[in-house]
């Protein structure tokens, strides 16, 4: 079987057939998957009907596995997350804010894998937006002034107890675990230079970028709500519309990416691993 992957014709995102990703991966399929995923960043591979060791061996071909703080494993499994919403859940939507994931922790990942288990017949898509291309729109006047820049990441406002998936959270399926840890704070460039492609591309996002190290807060909050509208335009998107047994893995370096809802009524329910970075 060759390995055929299809381009979105959007921002980023690319099909990947002819590859079974049940069965253990020969090096030249991983060499060739990986060199997919680092040219269009976002790959999905339909009807890939993956159980959580498959998934695991998967996760392991494009490295070790990352940390993942504040959600609870799936019983049995160290690495394994459930993003999963009830058909009659009435929290807040999690991850609707556009993001990278983890980009507070020291060492982001460098990939996150989603592997679709129950997908509502309607809605639910997932964007993601694509940082090279962000930067690469930014004129020569904003390229510079960002340069040396580093942006203030904190989870404070989603995990920290009194944040938005804190105590007063009623009735959350997901297993998140709250706590203040989340309020420590790391900084990273705002400008990245992504270590396999040695591109540039922004890193910095919405749901965790708070301030930027060294600037007045007005300045910083500015300047960041200016960045936040621009590295989610259109044009830099790639809707990503979910099936059962599908397997999204994304470049987590250098995009961004959100939920989206419409699916009320519905159930939904995705396994996530996430691959060390840097
Ligand atoms: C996530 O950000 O990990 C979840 C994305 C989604 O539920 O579509």
């Given at each position: 079987?060759?390995?055929?992957?299809?381009?979105?014709?959007?921002?980023?995102?690319?099909?990947?057939?002819?590859?079974?990703?049940?069965?253990?991966?020969r090096?030249?399929?991983?060499e060739?998957?990986?060199?997919?995923?680092?040219?269009?960043?976002?790959?999905?591979?339909p009807?890939?009907?993956?159980?959580?060791?498959?998934l695991?061996?998967?996760?392991?071909?494009?490295?070790?596995?990352?940390?993942?703080?504040?959600?609870?494993?799936?019983?049995?499994r160290?690495?394994v997350?459930?993003?999963?919403?009830?058909a009659?859940?009435?929290?807040?939507?999690?991850?609707?804010?556009w993001?990278?994931?983890w980009?507070?922790?020291?060492v982001?990942?460098?990939?996150?894998?989603?592997?679709?288990?129950?997908?509502?017949?309607?809605?639910?898509?997932?964007?993601?937006?694509?940082?090279?291309?962000?930067?690469?729109?930014?004129?020569?006047?904003?390229?510079?002034?960002?340069?040396?820049?580093?942006?203030i990441?904190?989870?404070?406002?989603?995990?920290?107890?009194?944040?938005?998936?804190?105590e007063k959270?009623?009735?959350?399926?997901?297993a998140?675990?709250?706590?203040?840890?989340?309020?420590?704070s790391?900084?990273?460039?705002?400008?990245?230079?992504?270590?396999e492609?040695?591109?540039?591309?922004l890193?910095?996002n919405?749901?965790?970028?708070?301030g930027?190290?060294?600037l007045?807060a007005?300045e910083?909050?500015?300047?960041?709500?200016?960045?936040?509208r621009?590295?989610?335009?259109?044009r830099?998107?790639?809707?990503?519309?979910?099936?059962?047994?599908?397997?999204?893995?994304?470049?987590?370096?250098?995009?961004?990416?959100?939920?989206?809802?419409?699916?009320?009524g519905?159930?939904?329910?995705?396994?996530?691993?996430?691959?060390?970075?840097?």
């Open positions: 079987m060759a390995i055929e992957v299809q381009p979105s014709g959007m921002a980023c995102g690319a099909t990947v057939r002819g590859v079974n990703l049940r069965a253990p991966l090096t030249r399929d991983i060739a998957l990986r060199a997919a995923w680092l040219d269009h960043l976002v790959l999905a591979f009807d890939q009907d993956l159980d959580d060791d498959a695991e061996r998967v996760t392991l071909a494009f490295g070790p596995f990352g940390e993942d703080p504040f959600i609870a494993p799936v019983p049995g160290q690495h997350l459930a993003i999963e919403r009830r009659d859940e009435a929290t807040p939507l999690f991850a609707e804010v993001h990278s994931d980009s507070f922790l020291e982001p990942p460098a990939a996150t894998l989603l592997h679709g288990r129950v997908i509502p017949p309607v809605g639910g898509d997932t964007l993601f937006a694509n940082q090279y291309a962000a930067y690469d729109a930014l004129d020569d006047t904003m390229k510079q002034r960002l340069q040396g820049l580093r942006g990441h904190c989870a404070a406002r989603g995990y920290a107890k009194d944040g938005l998936y804190g959270d009623i009735g959350r399926s997901m998140i675990r709250p706590s203040d840890d989340a309020k420590q790391r900084t990273h460039p705002f400008v990245h230079t992504h270590p492609t040695g591109r540039k591309c890193f910095v919405m749901g965790y970028t708070t930027i190290e060294g007045p007005d910083a909050h500015d300047l960041l709500l200016a960045i936040f621009h590295q989610a335009e259109e830099f998107q790639y809707r990503h519309h979910w099936s059962t047994n599908m397997l999204v893995i994304w470049d987590n370096r250098c995009v961004t990416h959100k939920a989206t809802g419409g699916y009320d519905h159930a939904r329910l995705l396994h996530r691993t996430t691959v060390a970075g840097p």
